[in-house]
């Protein structure tokens, strides 16, 4: 929404009019594809990697963080604390 309320404040000084509301409903479209055009990309990817992060808990992958440094083998295994978080 700042996106858009920055292009629709633009187009008011670009056309030398007092508000938004003296802007023309075609000049408001046009406005509202630009920002949703720029603005799409940046939010999907934001939500895809939210998704992709929580897969592992949703699951319940689990490895051993201090065997992958000590003894590189991370034992992963299926299952564990996490797994309580999904029957909730």
Do not use: C, Q
């Not at 808990?57 to 996490?82: K, R, S, V």
């Amino acid at each position: 929404m700042d996106f858009f309320v920055l292009l629709m404040d633009k187009k008011v000084a670009d056309k030398n009019v007092e508000s938004h509301n003296d802007l023309s409903l075609e000049e408001i479209k046009d406005v509202i594809i630009v920002s949703g055009k720029s603005r799409l990309r940046p939010v999907l990817l934001t939500a895809l990697t939210a998704v992709l992060g929580l897969i592992p808990l949703a699951i319940g992958l689990n490895f051993d963080f201090f065997g992958l440094i000590t003894d590189l083998n991370p034992h992963l295994y299926m299952g564990g604390d996490n797994v309580i978080f999904g029957d909730l």
